[in-house]
């Protein structure tokens, strides 16, 4: 069954570090997402992303934050200067339709800022 | 934006006994309701999920139900299994291409 794969699984940084999170969608999935869950709370969305750009965002996506599609394959979420509040786990998702399908979530990464 | 509330925040049931775990949602334009499941460390997987044009889904133990004029969709799960505690949580999702919403979460404990 095909699957989202994220890696790291875990990341260790420190404050004010560069964080690269990635994520290899489903092959034929069109719509990419990142969501975070901190420890014991529920999971927030962070930013949709179809197309080559960004369709959604939300207000913790904020300028600290970007997300690339590198190649035919990958999609990163990038931190620029990591703070404690960014401790999480970060999930993948993807989904072949935007407007009616299934979100499809990655194993998720888990990043502990020091 | 969509705001989900998701009640109760934890559950224990014994084994055998049915649970059931409630959403309401803020938005009436949301159209899709799913439901996941995530275990310990691991990511949300989707269990079951409900369109705005059908009341009521069952698949094998699991049902949810929606009231679009209440703004509110259940799960239930029936002769629960240990095999079925995790964090359990509801989404709602508006027209177009908006992202899901996520509700709080609840934890449920199936005791043998």
């Known amino acids: 069954e095909p699957e989202v794969t994220q890696t790291p699984s875990h990341q260790v940084t420190q404050m004010g570090q560069e964080v690269i999170l990635r994520c290899v969608p489903i092959?034929?999935?069109?719509?990419f997402y990142w969501y975070r869950q901190i420890l014991g709370q529920k999971v927030e969305f962070l930013v949709s992303?179809?197309?080559?750009?960004?369709?959604?965002k939300s207000e913790i996506f904020d300028d600290q934050f970007s997300v690339e599609r590198p190649d035919g394959s990958n999609f990163t979420l990038k931190i620029r200067s990591t703070k404690l509040e960014d401790s999480a786990m970060y999930f993948c998702a993807s989904s072949e339709s935007g407007v009616t399908g299934e979100l499809f979530f990655g194993e998720g990464s888990r990043l502990t800022v020091l | 934006g969509e705001n989900v509330e998701q009640h109760p925040s934890t559950l224990s049931v014994q084994e055998g006994d049915s649970a059931v775990i409630k959403c309401t949602y803020s938005d009436s334009a949301s159209n899709y309701f799913p439901w996941y499941k995530q275990e310990l460390g691991k990511g949300p997987q989707l269990i079951i999920d409900?369109?705005?044009?059908?009341g009521e889904k069952k698949d094998q133990r699991i049902a949810v139900t929606l009231n679009k004029t209440a703004k509110h969709f259940s799960l239930h799960i029936t002769e629960t299994q240990p095999e079925d505690s995790a964090v359990y949580f509801c989404a709602a999702k508006g027209t177009g291409r908006r992202a899901l919403t996520f509700g709080s979460g609840t934890r449920l404990q199936v005791q043998p």
């Open positions: 409900i369109r705005s044009n059908v």
């Open positions: 992303f179809y197309n080559n750009e960004i369709s959604e």
């Open positions: 092959s034929n999935h069109l719509y």
